[in-house]
């Protein structure tokens, strides 16, 4: 495991956006969710590995994009899952 994320280059969005009604991928299935990420390069709004579909995870490996974070609120981690480490939004 990598000491520090190597892709914040990548990042493009920082701010979680006002509304959320929730993973996007869930909502056009009619399916649950635990969780909500949001992809730092794009803004897909994704259900977290805990939920049934991982959505978030999925947009990840499809897309290339390699950093997500919490888009729950009062959490502020990050994760990148190439270097599969955990950091802060205040680190980006």
């Not at 290339?64 to 974070?69: D, K």
């Amino acid at each position: 495991m990598s000491a520090a994320c190597t892709h914040t280059d990548q990042i493009e969005l920082v701010e979680l956006p006002s509304q959320i009604a929730g993973c996007e991928d869930c909502l056009e299935l009619g399916a649950r969710w635990v969780h909500l990420r949001m992809c730092m390069t794009c803004g897909k709004i994704g259900c977290c590995d805990s939920s049934p579909n991982r959505h978030a995870t999925k947009h990840a490996n499809a897309s290339a994009h390699p950093v997500i974070r919490s888009a729950e609120p009062r959490e502020d981690w990050c994760w990148c899952y190439v270097d599969e480490v955990m950091f802060t939004v205040q680190d980006t």
